[in-house]
């Protein structure tokens, strides 16, 4: 083996080994929650040295969680707000997105700024008012409220703007002179050309309404409409806290994130969108 060989190898091993341990730095805590959920009441989860693997496995931590909170309810809330959210996020982005990145207006670039530039002000500082708007909108204790400051999000128009711009101009002019609408243009056109980054920003917005607590904590009071984030807040009792339970709670709010991803990062693959266009 020569020298360059065998320098070659020690740096991918030295790069294998740094990023099994980042790996392992970030799913210990995912472990260690896991292992905390499947532990019986008879383990001690603070003993000294700490127990990594439970004695007795057992999912009566998941079925008392189950059972004696509505965590049905809480799951159908969090679904339901996560999917209408991103739905509403993808359409109002990309319909926002498109004439900044296709059409030439008088200050559409003072517009994009304007808009990227709001990216910098942090949620804590609109939320008073918009909290005001919401229940002066009547849209209080409702499932659109919880949704209303996630209907469109300036780092949605930017990366849609973005994938916009990268379509080929042929496309357009050609679907154009086909006697295809700007509205056409955007549904049949576009919208499938940018596919990756709308499936990109669908996961984004997935999680950070999935994971919200702070808005629904604020604008919702009836615990029907409690979503998972608050149910296990809500585990974390005045008088009483088994982190079992709350560990079970945590894991069965992370379970459809995973599953999300996992089932939508195969779709997260760059697309040749002028491999149609013959020059």
Same mark, same amino acid.
């Given at each position: 083996?020569?020298?360059? *060989?065998? !320098?070659?190898?020690?740096?991918?091993?030295?790069?294998?080994?740094?990023?099994?341990?980042?790996?392992?730095?970030?799913?210990?805590?995912?472990?260690?929650?896991? *292992?905390?959920?499947?532990?019986?009441?008879?383990?001690?989860?603070?003993?000294?040295?700490?127990?990594?693997?439970?004695?007795?496995?057992?999912?009566?931590?998941?079925?008392?969680?189950?059972?004696?909170?509505?965590?049905?309810?809480?799951?159908?809330?969090?679904?339901?707000?996560?999917?209408?959210?991103?739905?509403?996020?993808?359409?109002?982005?990309?319909?926002?997105?498109?004439?900044?990145?296709?059409?030439?207006?008088?200050?559409?670039?003072?517009?994009?700024?304007?808009?990227?530039?709001?990216?910098?002000?942090?949620?804590?500082?609109?939320?008073?008012?918009?909290?005001?708007?919401?229940?002066?909108?009547?849209?209080? !204790?409702?499932?659109?409220?919880?949704?209303?400051?996630?209907?469109?999000?300036?780092?949605?128009?930017?990366?849609?703007?973005?994938?916009?711009?990268?379509?080929?101009?042929?496309?357009?002019?050609?679907?154009?002179?086909?006697?295809?609408?700007?509205?056409?243009?955007?549904?049949?056109?576009?919208?499938?050309?940018?596919?990756?980054?709308?499936?990109?920003?669908?996961?984004?917005?997935?999680?950070?309404?999935?994971?919200?607590?702070?808005?629904?904590?604020?604008?919702?009071?009836?615990? *029907?409409?409690?979503?998972?984030?608050?149910?296990?807040?809500?585990?974390?009792?005045?008088?009483?806290?088994?982190?079992?339970?709350?560990?079970?709670?945590?894991?069965?709010?992370?379970?459809?994130?995973?599953?999300?991803?996992?089932?939508?990062?195969?779709?997260?693959?760059?697309?040749?969108?002028?491999?149609?266009?013959?020059?």
């Amino acid at each position: 083996m020569s020298f360059s *060989s065998r !320098n070659s190898l020690f740096k991918n091993i030295g790069t294998y080994i740094i990023l099994s341990a980042i790996a392992v730095a970030t799913l210990f805590p995912l472990f260690w929650l896991l *292992s905390t959920a499947l532990k019986s009441q008879s383990e001690n989860i603070f003993q000294s040295p700490p127990q990594l693997l439970p004695s007795q496995p057992t999912l009566e931590n998941f079925v008392n969680v189950w059972q004696s909170n509505p965590f049905g309810q809480y799951l159908f809330n969090s679904t339901f707000v996560a999917v209408l959210t991103v739905g509403l996020n993808l359409l109002f982005c990309a319909l926002a997105a498109y004439p900044l990145a296709r059409l030439s207006f008088a200050g559409r670039d003072w517009i994009f700024i304007a808009i990227i530039s709001t990216i910098m002000i942090p949620f804590q500082i609109v939320m008073i008012p918009l909290y005001i708007l919401t229940v002066q909108l009547g849209l209080r !204790n409702t499932y659109l409220g919880m949704i209303f400051p996630s209907l469109a999000s300036a780092f949605g128009i930017f990366l849609l703007r973005q994938a916009f711009i990268s379509v080929p101009k042929e496309m357009e002019e050609a679907a154009r002179m086909d006697g295809c609408s700007e509205l056409g243009i955007w549904w049949y056109v576009m919208l499938p050309a940018v596919r990756p980054a709308l499936v990109t920003l669908a996961i984004f917005v997935f999680i950070g309404s999935w994971s919200d607590f702070l808005w629904p904590l604020i604008v919702i009071q009836d615990e *029907s409409l409690y979503t998972l984030p608050l149910g296990v807040a809500k585990l974390a009792g005045t008088f009483s806290l088994d982190w079992r339970l709350v560990a079970a709670g945590s894991v069965i709010s992370i379970v459809p994130v995973m599953l999300l991803f996992l089932f939508l990062q195969r779709y997260i693959v760059p697309t040749e969108t002028g491999s149609g266009v013959k020059g």
